[in-house]
């Protein structure tokens, strides 16, 4: 089983700062099956980048994402009000899928 | 556009059987373009896989939970069917299905299209 760690498990900023979002995998991600997913309470996960740098459908330019084998980042440029969620990143690789604990984001 | 939707009991009791349905509409759940997932989250708590399926059938369950679930299609009503048995209360959780794009057997995009969630409590 790959294990996903993420850092930091808070990361508090203010609306337009960038946050950097880090995500280690145990062993090296095949392919680089890495994606990240934004969560907020009452909403259903949604896919930001995988790949690990391709942003999905719709997703603003600021979110981009970079790494490979087994360091991951997500940075998000010039935060919005609506950014400030929970941070998780996936591995989509070999199975078991496994998630990372999330970063939360403070505003 | 692709949809998925859950529905299911809400509340189940220890040791009982829990079975969710994620309705797809949009596309059909045949289509080998796709592929389809469960998920779920405890209170409180991170993200979880449970299972993912194929539409060709390969299925593959989280081996944590693999002794208690089942994956299960109904080509005629176009959705999916968890069945988890002998649930507690560690099996309380947000269940959510999810649908990625597929492309050839190991190519896959990561679950893009999720379903609102479904509540469960076990009590």
Partial sequence: EIVLTQSPGTLSLSPGERATLSCRASQGVYTDYLAWYQKKPGQPPKLLVFGPSTRATGVPHRFSGSGSGTDFTLTIDRLEPEDFAVYYCQQYSTTPLTFGQGTRLDI | ?123
């Avoid at chain 2, 989280?62 to 959705?79: A, C, E, G, Q």
């Fill in chain 2, 1 to 123: 556009q692709l949809q998925v939707q859950e529905s299911g009991p809400g509340l189940v009791k220890p040791s009982e059987t829990l079975s969710l349905t994620c309705s797809v509409s949009g596309g059909s759940i045949t289509n080998t373009d796709y592929y389809w997932g469960w998920f779920r989250q405890p209170p409180g708590k991170g993200l979880e896989w449970i299972a993912y399926r194929y539409s060709g059938g390969s299925t593959y369950y989280n081996p944590t939970l693999k002794s208690r679930i089942t994956i299960s299609v109904d080509t005629s009503r176009n959705h999916f069917s968890l069945t988890l048995t002998s649930v507690t209360a560690a099996d309380t959780a947000t269940y959510y299905c999810a649908s990625g794009r597929s492309y050839n057997p190991g190519v896959r995009d990561p679950f893009d299209v999720w379903g609102q969630g479904t509540s469960v409590t076990v009590s």
